[in-house]
């Protein structure tokens, strides 16, 4: 057996191990999501508490804890997941664990799955080995078995990620395109299903209502999370069917399965010749029953000789309605051979070379009528192919001519239109609009509005100043998030959830809501000492938060 014929395509395993993955998921897929789930949101909690949460430094350490102990016990679960894969592909049962093997597991687990968290990412960087090195983090769910030790374990799993580098690029460039392709549909999904809960069962979340403002960091981890558990089992399985088929180069494991399979496929192929003999000696049994003057009746049929036969076959399957059989005979045969992801990439490429050779056939054409082809002199000749290359030359040029004036038509047209107005000093905001943004403005900017309102007398509109930049420096420090639907009570209980240790903040924007409901949306009269009061309770909020 050549190297060639030992070494499977990259789309073979991937559809191989996607079958074995549909017909065993009940014994398989509980094992993974055992380990990866309370990982993922764990994780999923983490970064949400550490992006939006303002004392996220007196949580980091616990919860960096959990989530490395949750870390291990996922990747446990992905070795115990990834040797029961290898027991079904190889028809053994499933090992058991004992104590002593599960105290290696978790050990082994820690000190080589650990690194991965430091050089995944430079290996990312530098580009080249990260093909090798995500092979071998990959192997090492495979690689220990309850016996190994760390050196071993490693060293099989280099063995296995450093043979066959081709086969291993080609599988994770598949395998990308499916995760990118699965992110945007959960990402669509997500963001979807708000909308549909509303439309459908007229169910009003804070999603649906939110817009455009839930496509934050939260969102794109939680997707992150959701494509992670689609798509890492199958790619464990597509590891683990690898695996295998490189120590069975020297194990002869491969051929091993094969016989077992055959095994049980004989007891039906037996089956099957035992009830054909069967018919056929019924069969010639009925027929030998049958009176023999009835075979020597005399037949008026004329037979024909082979040579007959032969030409009259040919003729017919010649014809147009009988041709595109034999035509396609031979291409049925090789297409049942391959999968249908190849079947998909050979049909466009037959496609796009169909297409090529049709225009570069009609392009000489073309320009062999320009030129003509009476004389056939060498000079002829010469000047010919000086002409050919001229023409696709000009030709090169109209196209790169025409995709340029394509280009700057799809930029103008995107490119908003140019305003002839002059651009003045930034407005100020409305203060009586009843939707102004306070983010609109920095905190500072409301406060010096506030200042230049009360020298001139206005103080309704400057409690309103000090109020929006009240808002302005919580939203700041990600206390709270703006947005129109909201009240100033729905500001009140966001912060109590997100700062709920700190209550004197708590009760000095209580009081302040407070005073300026009265004053804003009451009759309430504003006078310069509330205002000073006001000031003087934004100011010991600002220190809070500021810590």
Not at 155 to 170: D, F, L, T, V
Not at 249 to 255: A, L, M, P
Not at 359 to 378: A, D, P, R, S, V
């Amino acid at each position: 057996m050549t190297k060639a014929q030992k070494i499977k395509s990259a789309l073979e395993i991937v559809e191989e191990a996607s079958f074995v993955l549909k017909h065993h998921f009940s014994a398989t897929l509980p094992i993974y999501y055992i380990g990866a789930l309370p990982f993922v949101l764990a994780f999923s909690y983490f970064w949400t508490d550490m992006s939006h949460s303002a004392f996220a430094r007196d949580h980091i350490i616990p919860e960096s804890l959990l989530l490395a102990v949750l870390y291990v016990w996922m990747k446990c679960w992905h070795a115990v997941y990834c040797q029961k894969m290898l027991s079904i592909i190889r028809v053994q049962p499933t090992p058991g664990w004992s104590y002593k093997q599960l105290l290696k597991l978790i050990s082994s687990q820690t000190f080589i799955s650990g690194s991965a968290v430091f050089i995944m990412p430079l290996a990312m960087i530098t580009t080249i080995p990260f093909g090798w090195v995500f092979a071998f983090y990959q192997n090492i769910s495979m690689a220990y078995n309850g016996k190994r030790g760390v050196k071993e374990i490693i060293s099989r799993a280099w063995e296995s990620a450093s043979i066959w580098p081709g086969q291993n690029h080609i599988i994770l460039s598949i395998l990308s395109v499916i995760t990118v392709l699965i992110f945007f549909n959960m990402g669509i999904a997500v963001y979807i299903l708000p909308y549909l809960l509303k439309t459908m069962l007229g169910i009003d979340t804070v999603f649906s209502l939110s817009g455009f403002s839930i496509l934050n960091t939260t969102f794109l981890i939680i997707v992150s999370g959701l494509t992670y558990l689609v798509v890492d089992p199958l790619l464990k399985a597509v590891y683990t069917l690898r695996y295998f088929y490189v120590f069975s180069v020297k194990s002869g494991d491969d051929i091993r399965t094969d016989m077992i399979n055959l095994r049980g496929a004989s007891k039906v192929i037996t089956c099957l010749l035992f009830f054909v003999l069967l018919s056929s000696y019924s069969s010639n049994a009925a027929a030998a029953d049958e009176p023999i003057a009835a075979v020597k009746e005399p037949s008026t049929v004329k037979i024909a000789s082979p040579e007959e036969i032969n030409s009259s076959i040919e003729k017919v399957t010649r014809e147009s309605e009988f041709a595109w059989r034999l035509q396609n005979n031979k291409e049925d045969e090789d297409q049942n051979e391959i999968g249908a992801i190849e079947r998909f990439i050979l049909w466009i490429k037959d496609y796009i070379v169909r297409a090529w050779n049709y225009i570069y056939n009609k392009l000489n054409e073309w320009i062999k009528k320009l030129i003509g082809t009476e004389k056939k002199n060498e000079s002829n000749d010469l000047w010919k192919s000086n002409v050919f290359l001229i023409m696709y030359f000009i030709f090169a040029v109209l196209l790169c001519i025409l995709a340029i004036v394509i280009w700057r038509q799809y930029q103008r047209k995107r490119r908003p239109a140019a305003k002839i107005t002059a651009q003045g000093i930034p407005s100020v905001p409305d203060l009586t609009d009843e939707y102004v943004n306070p983010v609109e403005l920095p905190a500072e900017r409301w406060l010096n509005m506030g200042y230049d309102l009360m020298q001139r007398q206005s103080f309704r509109l400057a409690l309103r100043a000090f109020y929006l930049a009240i808002l302005s420096r919580l939203a700041e420090k990600k206390l709270i998030m703006i947005a129109r639907y909201k009240t100033n009570l729905d500001y009140l209980t966001e912060l109590k959830r997100r700062d709920h240790e700190h209550m004197e903040l708590i009760k000095l924007f209580s009081a302040n809501i407070q005073l300026f409901d009265r004053a804003w949306y009451g009759m309430h009269e504003v006078t310069e000492t509330i205002l000073s009061g006001f000031i003087s309770d934004h100011e010991r909020m600002v220190k809070i938060v500021n810590g």
